[in-house]
């Protein structure tokens, strides 16, 4: 069965700092692997997107990785906002007879706080 | 940016009740998703659609729910029957195409069933 499993499951950092948030997946077979950020009442918006072959990838603060093998993605948060108190999910897409079924994690739910 | 719109925000309903939750996908999108998320849980995949048809579905996703697309630009979620445990934010969700591509989701609809 295709599970998704992150950690911590939650986080309380000073502003300023750094974090990392982990993803393990046993997602078969691999496609990609997405991380989303989801506000409070909001609907999840996508922050990068992991292949096979990708082993690092940033967007601004938010630093990506992957590690096929091992089957483990990081997200690393460098000087965390205010704006960061969110939770983000790791969402990880099999490819099956031609169609996508992503499957999600239950995410970690990150405070900063000032 | 474009978005995925939802109404209504909330939707209080009664047991037993049938209940049509309502999307406008992004216009040049052809991957049309429902979710949901029940509070303090992950996002769970209830359905996808394309080309006027269903083309994955989840085990939630049972003979209470149906979708539609009536329109060029409305994407409709229909519950026949609510029950207690269908109470949960219902996110709808867009995309290009499907190979694990980026989904833009909406604000979301919060069902309350009483």
């Known amino acids: 069965k295709n599970q998704v499993e992150q950690s911590p499951q939650s986080l309380i950092i000073l502003e300023g700092k750094n974090c990392t948030l982990q993803?393990?997946?046993?997602?078969?077979?691999?496609?990609?692997l997405r991380w989303y950020k989801q506000d409070t009442g909001r609907g999840p918006v996508s922050l990068t997107i992991?292949?096979?072959?990708?082993n690092t990838k940033s967007n601004g603060r938010y630093t990506a990785t992957l590690d096929a093998d091992t089957k483990q993605s990081s997200l690393h948060i460098t000087a965390s906002q205010l704006s960061d108190s969110a939770s983000y999910i790791c969402?990880?897409?099999?490819?099956?007879?031609?169609?996508?079924?992503?499957?999600f994690g239950r995410g970690t739910s990150l405070i900063v706080h000032p | 940016e474009p978005e995925v719109t939802q109404t209504p925000s909330h939707q209080v309903t009664q047991m037993g009740q049938e209940v049509i939750l309502r999307c406008v996908p992004i216009?040049?999108?052809?991957?049309f998703y429902w979710y949901r998320q029940i509070l303090g849980q992950k996002v769970e995949f209830l359905v996808s659609?394309?080309?006027?048809?269903?083309?994955?579905k989840s085990e939630i996703f049972d003979d209470q729910f149906s979708v539609e697309r009536p329109d060029g630009s409305n994407f409709t979620l229909k519950i026949r029957s609510t029950k207690l445990e269908d109470s949960a934010m219902y996110f709808c969700?867009?995309?290009?195409?499907?190979?694990?591509?980026?989904?833009?989701f909406g604000s979301g609809t919060q069902l309350s069933v009483l």
């Open positions: 992991m292949t096979f072959s990708e």
């Open positions: 969700a867009s995309s290009e195409g499907d190979s694990g591509e980026k989904l833009f």
């Open positions: 969402v990880v897409s099999a490819a099956s007879g031609g169609s996508y079924i992503p499957t």
């Open positions: 216009s040049n999108h052809l991957y």
């Open positions: 659609f394309y080309n006027n048809e269903i083309s994955e």
């Open positions: 993803c393990n997946y046993t997602v078969s077979p691999f496609s990609n």
